[in-house]
């Protein structure tokens, strides 16, 4: 009887240290996968960023088009788009300076 609780304890000893391998494994896996995560988050918020900028892009070259019907016209067009953006600009900076004084 004392063999077979010897044997039964030698048993359980070796599952036990099977399964606290496992367990660290997991828990390994489980940080490798946090990091991961927390990577990709940060790639999907960069990537949100240049779609908008690159939709903004293709805004700004439709518009461009539109008003140009040549060449020559496109480029004056896209310039004054950017001179118009920039007054746009200044002018929601101090609306924002006017509201902070307020």
Known sequence: MARQLHQVIRDL????????SDRDKAFDECARLKDENERMKLQLEENG???????????FLTVSHRLADS?????SARRRLQRLIAKIDRCVALLKDDADIS
Do not use: C, F, S
């Not at 000893?13 to 606290?20: D, T, V, Y």
């Open 49 to 59: 960023r240049e779609l908008a900028t690159a939709r903004m892009e293709v805004d």
């Open 71 to 75: 060449p020559e016209n496109l480029i």
């Open 13 to 20: 000893r070796q599952k036990i240290a099977i399964l606290a």
